[in-house]
């Protein structure tokens, strides 16, 4: 069983935000809450954390945090969640309520924003708005939420057999 939500271990200098026990999240788009695009209200695209399939190191000093027999495991995404221990930059977490169970708990990621925003900010529909969404994944079930005033007819694909 894949567990998405982790407990906070330990953390480094500096790190002011998180403390040993609470729970988080790994995101792979991480904040900085400093950059212009985090300051935005209109970006998510942290000019330090943002998605880089390149960078296998920490940031902070360009050095990967485990190796086997000398040679370094590289980082992904920032995260490096296929494991049972990780060392992840503290912007690259989200904090949860602790009372959430960690085996329940999952980042829906791009897909939240993809759907809820192209239902709410391009798309508008009208109270009574008769919509179609193709398909039940992350941004299907983000485009249709009990906050929204639509009727609504769900279409998905059918079984692949």
Do not use: W
Not at 7 to 34: A, M, N, Q, R, W
Not at 54 to 75: C, E, L, N, T, W
Not at 103 to 112: A, R
Not at 121 to 130: D, F, H, L
């Amino acid at each position: 069983m894949a567990i998405c939500g982790r407990i906070v271990e330990s953390v480094g200098e500096g790190v002011t935000d998180l403390v040993p026990g609470d729970h988080v999240l790994p995101v792979f788009t991480g904040e900085c809450k400093e950059c212009a695009h985090c300051k935005s209200e209109e970006s998510n695209m942290c000019e330090l954390l943002r998605i880089n399939p390149d960078r296998k190191v920490m940031i902070s000093d360009g050095q990967a945090r485990f190796s086997v027999d000398g040679q370094p495991i590289y980082h992904f995404l920032g995260t490096s969640t296929f494991s049972e221990y990780t060392v992840v930059h503290s912007g690259c977490v989200a904090k949860i309520n602790p009372q959430a169970p960690l085996d329940k708990v999952c980042i829906l990621s791009c897909g939240f924003c993809t759907g809820f925003g192209a239902t709410v900010n391009v798309a508008k529909p009208k109270k009574g708005s008769t919509v179609a969404i193709f398909g039940l994944g992350a941004v299907g079930l983000s485009a249709f939420t009990e906050n929204l005033n639509f009727d609504t007819i769900l279409l998905r694909e059918p079984p692949v057999e």
